[in-house]
T-cell receptor
Framework: KNEVEQSPQNLTAQEGEFITINCSYSVGISALHWLQQHPGGGIVSLFMLSSGKKKHGRLIATINIQEKHSSLHITASHPRDSAVYICAVFQRMDSNYQLIWGAGTKLIIKP | NAGVTQTPKFQVLKTGQSMTLQCAQDMNHNSMYWYRQDPGMGLRLIYYSASEGTTDKGEVPNGYNVSRLNKREFSLRLESAAPSQTSVYFC????????????FGPGTRLTVT
């Protein structure tokens, strides 16, 4: 079983819909990242969070540490939101640390 | 600011050839990283440099070497390319380390035949 699981793997929605992408992890973490990879390949960091909720424009990220789960929401989705959304968890144990990446969720927003 | 730049953008190598992927950042970041991304898989860390003068192995270091030339530049070398190294390679940097926001370069698409 992967340590970081994203769902769904693929998501197609109509413009304007509310989108939710989920990330579940099985390890103790210090922080969780959400990133966006554009169709052209470029990767952009969206959020880094260790508790609660963060909002940037139409994007909202939440994390529940007890349940080991995070969600990325997109309100009023637009075709330009079409991308792969990647979750990564940062784990620190003593002097060792690692970043564990999910496989990504491919989102397509149709006009 | 250019952010993180990578050269080349595309490269085709024959098995056994060597090459160096270049990465530079102009954000005065301490930490730099090399990742590879294969279809259907998440990013995998090859090597990282927490600060100038230090390098450490990541998850998949075999077949690669790195050099942190100075604070700005971090290169990745394939000494004897193999078809299994066909991938997209991303360089990234961050101010304070793995757990903090990373800034990515545009990627290098490498094909080894």
């Amino acid at each position: 079983k992967n340590e970081v699981e994203q769902s769904p793997q693929n998501l197609t929605a109509q413009e304007g819909e509310f989108i939710t992408i989920n990330c579940s992890y099985s390890v103790g973490i210090s922080a969780l990242h959400w990133l966006q990879q554009h169709p052209g390949g470029g990767i952009v960091s969206l959020f880094m969070l260790s508790s609660g909720k963060k909002k940037h424009g139409r994007l909202i990220a939440t994390i529940n540490i007890q349940e080991k789960h995070s969600s990325l929401h997109i309100t009023a989705s637009h075709p330009r939101d079409s991308a792969v959304y990647i979750c990564a968890v940062f784990q620190r144990m003593d002097s060792n640390y690692q970043l564990i990446w999910g496989a990504g969720t491919k989102l397509i927003i149709k006009p | 600011n250019a952010g993180v730049t990578q050269t080349p953008k595309f490269q085709v190598l024959k098995t056994g050839q060597s090459m160096t992927l270049q990465c530079a950042q102009d954000m005065n970041h301490n930490s730099m990283y090399w990742y590879r991304q294969d279809p259907g898989m998440g990013l995998r860390l090859i090597y990282y440099s927490a600060s100038e003068g230090t390098t450490d192995k990541g998850e998949v270091p075999n077949g690669y070497n790195v050099s942190r030339l100075n604070k700005r530049e971090f290169s990745l070398r394939l000494e004897s390319a193999a078809p299994s190294q066909t991938s997209v390679y991303f360089c990234a940097s961050s101010d304070r380390g793995l757990g903090y926001e990373q800034y990515f370069g545009p990627g290098t698409r490498l094909t080894v035949t």
